[in-house]
């Protein structure tokens, strides 16, 4: 049994019809180059994954909405009413779909009766991969086509994104409901965070994969540090404007960096300046050299990515670390980086298909022990952004 047919027959059974819902999906992310560049002006390297979010949803004919998780099944049944869509604390996960109906109404989408939704998320707890833009998107597109609305896709990335930031509080950009509302099978994206220009690019593996790394270890320094990295480049790019017309750390070039970083007078903020500048050159070249096919490239500026942020950014750690440099050591391996805010999640790299199992048993024992635990292994495939699904994903 497929996982449509499967989750199909949850939905009648947990919502006691034999009606069949409509099937949408939203994957995870994961960005392969680009990190903690989109705050500074600069560009990411987002691809959607193959595993993510599914909803299964009816129409009703009253005002009720009924929502289920497969994941969180001993919260039960959330149910509200069109008329009440305010951020509840016991609602848990359904805030997110919930504020995502808020905001279309909000913007004049339609939405005059309520609905019964099933979710199922196949996306690794914990691991840094967007599950939460991953359930906005897949409600966003479940209700375009539930109710025949037209939402511009970049308008539903944007929901989502404020759903983050007013709706839930949490200060993110806009990458993640980005590359899952816009991602394409076998391409990445180039992005420009600030003005939403975005360029795809073919990630043609042939005997290679995508390999996540799970650390197992919670970003407990993340929030902390993210705000501290944050106000360091804002200082740094302070005082560059006193020679220069510039808006961000992304608009420079590292010639330019070089030429002027003498402006910054703290050492520490001149290494996260150095790091804003050099991540977002690497990015530009990673798009020329995916377009060039040139996978052995692409995996040089990931190992320099990472060796920009534990050195200059400094937000990996050990566990990062152990992960990244026993890649580097395995034959087969192209490039392999830290990905996310740092300071735990996940690590990725490129490996040849004929070399996985080698990798993960490698990288395992040393991790075990270095760290005392054991890491997690997942292969990803690079998917398309969300959609309405008929049969298998």
């Keep these: 049994m497929n996982t449509i047919e499967n989750l199909t027959n949850k939905f009648r059974s947990i919502f006691d019809?034999?009606?069949?819902?409509?099937?949408f999906f939203a994957p995870g992310r994961?960005?392969?180059?680009?990190?903690?560049?989109?705050?500074?002006?600069g560009h990411v390297f987002p691809a959607s994954l193959s595993f993510g979010t599914y909803a299964l949803g009816l129409k009703?004919?009253?005002?009720?909405?009924?929502?289920?998780?497969?994941?969180?099944?001993?919260i039960g049944m959330v149910e509200c009413?069109?008329?009440?869509?305010?951020?509840?604390?016991?609602?848990?996960?359904?805030?997110?779909?919930?504020?995502?109906?808020?905001?279309?109404?909000?913007?004049?989408h339609e939405i005059l009766h309520g609905a019964d939704i099933l979710f199922y998320g196949n996306i690794p707890n914990g691991a840094g991969l967007s599950s939460s833009a991953s359930i906005e998107l897949a409600t966003g597109v479940l209700f375009e086509g539930l109710f025949g609305l037209n939402?511009?896709?970049?308008?539903?990335?944007?929901?989502?994104?404020?759903v983050e930031n007013e709706y839930i509080g949490v200060n993110s950009g806009i990458m993640?409901?980005?590359?899952?509302g816009m991602g394409k099978k076998d391409h990445a994206i180039l992005l420009n965070c600030q003005t939403l220009e975005y360029e795809y690019a073919p990630l043609s593996l042939n005997d290679y994969v995508i390999m996540i790394i799970n650390t197992n270890k919670q970003r407990t320094l993340a929030g902390s540090k993210y705000n501290e990295r944050r106000a360091q480049c804002e200082e740094a790019l302070r005082q560059l404007q006193k020679e220069l017309s510039i808006h961000s750390l992304g608009e420079l070039t590292?010639?330019?960096?070089?030429?002027?970083?003498?402006?910054?007078?703290?050492?520490?903020?001149?290494?996260?300046?150095?790091?804003?500048?050099?991540?977002?050159?690497?990015?530009?070249?990673?798009?020329?050299r995916l377009q060039q096919g040139d996978l052995i490239h692409?995996?040089?500026?990931?190992?320099?990515?990472?060796?920009?942020?534990?050195?200059?950014?400094?937000?990996?750690?050990?566990?990062?670390?152990?992960?990244?440099?026993?890649?580097?050591?395995?034959?087969?391996?192209?490039?392999?980086?830290?990905?996310?805010?740092?300071?735990?999640?996940?690590?990725?790299a490129i490996v040849a298909k004929e070399n996985v199992t080698e990798f993960e048993e490698n990288i395992n024992a040393i991790y075990r022990e270095v760290v005392g635990y054991d890491a997690t292994f997942y292969q990803a495939s690079i998917g398309d952004g969300a959609k309405e699904i008929s049969e298998e994903c």
Excluded at 89 to 97: D, I, K, L, V
Excluded at 176 to 180: E, G, L, N, V
Excluded at 257 to 276: C, G, M, P, V
């Design 81 to 108: 009413d069109l008329s009440d869509l305010a951020f509840e604390e016991g609602h848990n996960w359904a805030n997110y779909p919930k504020g995502i109906l808020l905001y279309l109404i909000e913007s004049g």
């Design 30 to 41: 994961i960005n392969l180059i680009g990190e903690h560049t989109d705050y500074n002006g």
């Design 60 to 74: 009703r004919e009253d005002q009720k909405l009924r929502f289920y998780s497969l994941n969180f099944p001993e």
């Design 176 to 180: 993640d409901q980005f590359a899952i």
């Design 298 to 348: 692409f995996g040089k500026l990931m190992n320099a990515s990472h060796l920009s942020l534990r050195d200059d950014y400094e937000v990996s750690c050990l566990e990062l670390d152990t992960v990244v440099k026993t890649a580097w050591e395995i034959e087969g391996v192209l490039g392999a980086r830290m990905t996310g805010a740092g300071f735990g999640g996940c690590a990725i």
């Design 151 to 162: 939402i511009g896709r970049i308008q539903m990335i944007q929901l989502g994104q404020k």
């Design 254 to 288: 590292t010639d330019q960096f070089e030429e002027y970083k003498h402006l910054i007078t703290d050492e520490i903020n001149q290494k996260r300046a150095k790091h804003a500048v050099y991540e977002n050159a690497r990015t530009l070249e990673a798009l020329e």
């Design 17 to 23: 019809t034999n009606k069949t819902p409509r099937t």
